[in-house]
T-cell receptor
């Protein structure tokens, strides 16, 4: 069945460091892929998305490219800030009525 | 802002009591979902709805029931709460007709079963 695997955390980085959070997926066909972010005490917020192979989603300095050949959708940011501290979730959907989430990666950015 | 509210936001209840959580949306979307979030498990789907009176089970539906009598409201009921149902519960909607089907989440309900 469909599934998402993302790197386990927690991840701790210094401010202005480069961030990569790995995400790979298993699905038939061509799912849509998403990254969500969850700040403490809040619900998940859509960070970025990609709907087809080679699409690059981007938002707030974060980027992820839909790689069909490696079934991956890694999240990157060139220079993290303290305000980026949160939990990040990778997700996929093929049908629009079923979504599959990774277990989340906690990021802490220290000044 | 996707116009999703959840009530209550926090609840403490005793084992064996019934509990109902409410999700309300203002945007008339067809799909609504209930998830629970637990450390080490991420988000797990409990039930979802694809229309008024149309619901289906998710991966962790045992011990939970749902109802949707109006487009805007999706209720989650724990018939007899157990300590294993202590969790944070999130409601989500999916924008039907959206090309990429992204979900939008409510703020969550923290439920503690003592």
């Amino acid at each position: 069945g469909d599934s998402v695997t993302q790197m386990e955390g927690p991840v701790t980085l210094s401010e202005e460091a480069f961030l990569t959070i790995n995400c790979t997926y298993t699905a038939t066909g061509y799912p849509s892929l998403f990254w969500y972010v969850q700040y403490p005490g809040e619900g998940l917020q859509l960070l970025l998305k990609a709907t087809k192979a080679d699409d690059k989603g981007s938002n707030k300095g974060f980027e992820a490219t839909y790689r069909k050949e490696t079934t991956s959708f890694h999240l990157e940011k060139g220079s993290v800030q303290v305000s980026d501290s949160a939990v990040y979730f990778c997700a996929l959907s093929r049908t629009g009525n079923q979504f599959y989430f990774g277990t989340g990666t906690s990021l802490t950015v220290i000044p | 802002d996707a116009g999703i509210t959840q009530s209550p936001r926090h609840k403490v209840t005793e084992t064996g009591t019934p509990v109902t959580l409410r999700c309300h949306q203002t945007e008339n979307h067809r799909y609504m979902y209930w998830y629970r979030q637990d450390p080490g498990h991420g988000l797990r789907l409990i039930h979802y709805s694809y229309g008024v009176k149309d619901t289906d089970k998710g991966e962790v539906s045992d011990g939970y029931s749902v109802s949707r009598s109006k487009t805007e409201d999706f209720l989650l009921t724990l018939e007899s709460a157990t300590s294993s149902q202590t969790s944070v519960y999130f409601c989500a909607i999916s924008r039907s007709g959206s090309e990429s089907y992204e979900q939008y989440f409510g703020p969550g309900t923290r439920l503690t079963v003592t």
